[in-house]
């Protein structure tokens, strides 16, 4: 539980930082989806976002396989 927490925290200073960090982007884009397409996003949100997500998905999927040996 413990590393899960702090997985958690990492992640979401990550999220924080990259809030500060594009508040001087210009550069908008949609994101297209399936059913519809976002309003205009910064493109470095876009991708830290994306970025945010793996790594924690990953490092959560990470502390589930190793708690299953």
């Known amino acids: ?3 899960v ?17 594009i ?3 210009s550069d908008r884009r949609k ?3 399936i059913i519809g397409e976002t309003v205009n996003l910064p493109v470095s949100f876009i991708i830290g976002t994306f970025f945010i997500s793996g790594s ?13 040996n």
């Open 31 to 33: 994101v297209n989806f």
């Open 56 to 68: 924690l998905s990953a490092s959560l999927l990470k502390i589930d396989l190793d708690t299953k």
């Open 23 to 25: 508040q001087n982007s």
């Open 5 to 21: 927490v702090h997985i958690i925290i990492f992640n979401l200073s990550m999220f924080i930082l990259l809030m500060i960090g």
């Open 1 to 3: 539980m413990r590393k």
